[in-house]
């Protein structure tokens, strides 16, 4: 079994960072790529940010500039520095990795965690 556990989420300022978090649970020996996704109400998910695990970053249109993604792959853990929030930032943010490897030799693809709520408003 894998988990994936966010934290960092909360209300901020518009300008303002925050820090989100994301770790694997688990024995695990190898995760491919990890990421971030935000879903607001009424709208579809949207990508944020993916790394994968020789470091390689991909960035949405919206955040690219403001947001940096990073991961050690010793703690299995995912981060996500958001500088210069904006109002439309606002949502709920979703941890993602997929081809997880588990020590049992089991790889878990498209793996969620249960999200975290990014609010930006003064």
């Known amino acids: 079994q894998v988990q994936l556990m966010e934290s960092g989420g909360g209300l901020v300022q518009p300008g303002g960072s925050l820090r989100l978090s994301c770790a694997v649970s688990?024995?695990?020996?190898?995760?491919?790529?990890m990421g971030w996704w935000r879903q607001a109400p009424g709208q579809g998910r949207k990508l944020v940010a993916t790394?994968?695990?020789?470091?390689?970053?991909r960035y949405g249109d919206s955040v690219l500039g403001r947001f940096t993604l990073s991961r050690d792959n010793a703690k299995k853990t995912v981060y996500l520095q958001m500088n210069n929030l904006k109002p439309e930032d606002t949502a709920v943010y979703l941890c993602?990795?997929?081809?997880?490897?588990?020590?049992?030799?089991?790889?878990?693809?498209?793996?969620w965690g249960q999200g975290t709520q990014v609010t930006v408003f003064s």
């Open positions: 993602g990795a997929d081809r997880i490897l588990h020590s049992s030799g089991i790889v878990y693809g498209d793996s």
């Open positions: 790394i994968s695990e020789d470091g390689s970053t």
């Open positions: 688990g024995s695990i020996l190898s995760i491919n790529v």
